[in-house]
């Protein structure tokens, strides 16, 4: 999802673009020139199933997609696996550039092939860029290039996969709640990270209960971290 000048999610191939009216560009100048990117990642979600247990209007994949368009991709020749996809989605390469072909990390890859993190603090450093992951392998991508994100927050998953979701929901909501009050003008690109639908999906399988409830709660917190930029929206425009 990106927030700000435009919206638009990886998570389901959904995208909008919104306007600025010009009575508030006279009065808070600042509040416009702000930029913020929100890209969420979930993992291990399958198309088909968002449609038969999430697609309503409580869940935020139904509200993110009825705001722009939906696609269901078929990658050929790639790992379908964590590791080197979310490996592409950060760098912009595939596997079979970065060569990443597993859940192990390396950090070398992304000195090679940077992340968006590294490209971003490289050329904008004045831009502020935060990761909040429940999955260690993200935060070490985050750090590795030699420019890492600025704000790096690890959430651990020792209890329920859905609480520790939930908790990287509150701290995303509070990040973006946070531009709400920004006179300094900090632009933001803020990745966030959601994990319990591939861990139910690898001890359940993909048409388990388990994974038929985690696929709900992701719509839930989208749905609650996507009223939070509707609120900040109608203070900043």
């Known amino acids: 999802f990106l927030c700000g000048t435009a919206v638009a999610s990886l998570v389901a191939g959904t995208a909008a673009a919104v306007g600025a ?39 935020g994949f139904k509200t993110a997609m009825d705001q722009g368009v939906t696609g269901a991709a078929t990658e050929v020749n790639h790992t379908t696996i964590s590791g080197p996809s979310w490996s592409t989605i950060l760098t912009g ?55 890492s994100a600025d704000n790096n927050t690890f959430v651990p998953t020792d209890g329920s996969p859905a609480d520790s979701d939930s908790l990287v929901t509150a701290l995303t909501i509070a990040q973006i709640l946070a531009t709400a009050d920004n006179p300094d003008d900090v632009s933001s690109f803020l990745f966030s990270y959601q994990s319990q639908t591939d861990l139910a999906g690898h001890s359940f399988g993909g048409g388990s209960e388990e994974y038929m409830q985690a696929v709900i709660n992701l719509g839930a917190n989208i749905q609650q971290i996507l009223a939070a930029i509707e609120q900040v929206k109608a203070i900043t425009n």
């Open 93 to 147: 390469v595939w596997d079979d550039k970065h060569g990443v072909n597993n859940n192990l990390f390396r950090p070398e890859v992304y000195d090679k092939w940077p992340s968006v993190f590294n490209l971003i603090e490289y050329h904008k450093p004045e831009i502020d860029t935060t990761v909040i992951s429940n999955w260690q392998y993200l935060n070490d991508l985050a750090s590795a290039g030699g420019y």
């Open 21 to 59: 009216p010009a009575s508030l560009m006279q009065t808070a100048d600042w509040m416009l020139a702000a930029e913020h990117v929100l890209l969420i990642g979930v993992d291990g979600v399958n198309l088909s199933k968002i449609l038969e247990y999430a697609y309503d209007e409580n869940s």
